[in-house]
């Protein structure tokens, strides 16, 4: 029997990556803290909960603004800095990972489940097409992209449900539903297949839709499916 894809942990301690050290608490409404004193962390608007007052808050750009601003993307994100610590919190229920990236190692996210990363990762997108508009309209989709740039370095993403992940192996495939990934490798890769099923009664038929992604390499898979507006 193929392994099953395999519970991330739900609590993390003092854990210390990519010159921070993290926690994350918390089982409804998980909440991440970061000491950012010996390494700055940009997030995502509208996630931060608390922070010691000797923090900093500024804005970091983008590499591509302008590709980004004609795609109607932010081109700014909000960055800590300084002595102390500062949390985040998404507000609905989830799953908060840490993923850790070594120096040159890259991970694809899906769009608007960024949560938050170290200083030191590049972060860039790229726009999905092809048989992809079919569920996420005329315009496609978009993928974050995170690649540890000038070291080790970390990205925390909020998953909806419970957040697994499953390795694959080279050429093994999983089919998982279109809202259901969270985060592949850049070495696995996905294609949308559509299958349609035909009852014959009038005429009547529907379309079985799914994203299968082929390994080597880790996919994330979040239980609750949520589709954003942009992708209706």
Known sequence: ?????????????????????????????????????????????????????????????????????????QIFVTEASGAGIIAFSRDGPGHIVPIHLRRGEEIQVREHQFLAATGNVEYTFERVRGLATMLFGQSGFFIDRFR???????????????????????????DIEPGGWLFKDASVRME???????????????????????????VGIQSMYLHMPTEE
Do not use: C
């Not at 940009?42 to 750009?61: A, D, M, R, V």
């Not at 990205?155 to 390795?167: A, D, I, M, Q, S």
């Open 148 to 174: 540890g740039d000038t070291g080790d370095g970390i990205v925390w993403l909020h998953g909806y449900g419970n957040v697994f992940e499953k390795t694959l192996a080279a050429g093994e495939t999983i």
């Open 1 to 73: 029997m193929p392994s099953l894809p395999e519970l991330m942990p739900t609590q993390v301690s003092d854990e210390t990556f990519g010159g921070v050290t993290y926690h994350i608490a918390g089982e409804l409404v998980p909440v991440l803290s970061v000491d950012v004193t010996r390494m700055p962390v940009y997030f995502e608007h509208h996630i931060l909960l608390w922070k010691n007052s000797t923090i900093t808050i500024g804005l970091k750009s983008l590499k591509g603004a302008l590709k980004r601003m004609m795609a109607g993307m």
């Open 192 to 218: 949308t297949k559509i299958d349609r099923l035909s009852s014959g009664f009038f005429g009547a038929n529907v379309n079985f839709i799914v994203n299968r992604f082929t390994g080597p390499g880790r």
